[in-house]
């Protein structure tokens, strides 16, 4: 029996889904050679669909009360919940800003291994037995670790799904297509600022754009109301998988997204980007 790992992370509205695609990346590498379980709170039959292809078992954990990542304060977290499943011989894997000290503690309390998937480096990592950080420019001084725990930085260590690393084939460059995409939930709708501004282009014969049904109803059925006044120009995408979002990709030659895992899926294509900044927690890469 291959050795178990359990990927815990939850995905919603309020703190969007990019820790889930994160985990989704590492099972993807891992799934021939390890066990996966998926610990998730409440997820919905999408995200649910979305996980299952990936790893061998969902764990339906009760629901989180999250507020907006902005908003958390920095001794915030949420309870252990794991207590039920761990034996002691698995490998733990958190991806989270409500993943804390007491948290962790509870986890290695049961013996297993703990690695922490971080992007904001305000989190204290004592008790984890590693760190994987893709964001560049990082080093050891910028974490709260103790002299066991290991770092893994930088983007040698970056987890995009697998279909983000297939060879990028010849584009036609005279084709002015603008690829848009603020993940899997834009509370701020920039999205849609985006596209307003994007029909107003002379010079645009495009817009794709890719966004999730975790997207709000209002912001969602103003992207459909610009389609239907734009229907030569505007194309919507929405629940997308990865390989169909490196197809779209392919088609465009520019890009408007948010700094975060998607803007490092555009650096994988090999895609010019203009970035916006939509979180706190993507201003290392930002100025990077």
Partial sequence: MNPKIVLRADGNSTIGLGHVYRL???????????????????????????????????????????????????????????????????????????????????????GTKLVCIDDLTTIDYKHADAVINHSPGLSTQDFVISKQTKLYLDLDYLLLRKDFFEPVPEKNFSVKNIYVSFGGFDYYGITNTVVKYCLGLDNIDKIHVVYTHHFRREKTEELIALQEKNIEKLVLHIGLNASEIVLIIYQCNYAIASSSTVS?????RQIKQFLILTADNQLKAFSE
Avoid: M, R
Avoid at 63 to 82: C, G, N, R, S, T
Avoid at 264 to 268: D, F, N, Q
């Fill in 24 to 110: 989704l990346a590492l099972a993807d590498i891992l799934k021939d050679d390890f066990e996966i379980v998926f610990a998730i709170s409440c997820p919905d039959e999408f995200l649910k669909s979305v996980i299952e292809k990936y790893v061998h078992t969902i764990i339906e954990l009760p629901a989180v009360q999250y507020k907006l990542p902005a908003l958390k304060k920095p001794e915030e977290e949420i309870p252990f919940d794991l207590s039920d499943y761990l034996k002691g011989n698995e490998i733990v894997v958190t991806d989270g800003y409500w993943f804390g000290e007491q948290y962790q503690k509870a986890v290695k309390g049961t």
């Fill in 264 to 268: 490092l899926e555009l650096i994988a």
